[in-house]
Nanobody, 121 residues
Framework: QVQLVQSGGGLVQAGGSLRLSCAAS????????MGWYRQAPGKQRELVAI???????NYQESVKGRFTISRDNAKNTVYLQMNSLKPEDTAVYSC???????????????WGQGTQVSVSS
């Protein structure tokens, strides 16, 4: 089995910072892309940032320059540092990872449990 366990999040005032973490554990051969998504009430889930196994990154336009995604491959962990937070960043944030459990197995997508990030004005 594979699990993605998130930590971090909470309530912060506009302009503040939060850091999210997401650790993959279990039967893992390799971890490919890892990413962060968010879903605000009444809206569809959207990609926030993604990082490849070679540390190439891509961000949603609205978070560029404020959010930073990074990963620790030794720990199978992905982070999202969020600075200069705005009320419109309020959402449930979920991590995902594309993981191969065995050397010859097909990669599958796994999701974290989700965590609330609330930004007050």
């Amino acid at each position: 089995q594979v699990q993605l366990v998130q930590s971090g999040g909470g309530l912060v005032q506009a302009g503040g910072s939060l850091r999210l973490s997401c650790a993959a554990s279990g039967s893992i051969f390799s971890v490919n892309d890892m990413g962060w998504y968010r879903q605000a009430p009444g809206k569809q889930r959207e990609l926030v940032a993604i990082i490849t196994s070679s540390n190439r990154t891509n961000y949603q336009e609205s978070v560029k320059g404020r959010f930073t995604i990074s990963r620790d491959n030794a720990k199978n962990t992905v982070y999202l540092q969020m600075n200069s937070l705005k009320p419109e960043d309020t959402a449930v944030y979920s991590c995902n990872a594309i993981i191969s459990r065995l050397r010859w197995s097909r990669p599958e997508t796994y999701w974290g449990q989700g965590t609330q990030v609330s930004v007050s004005s």
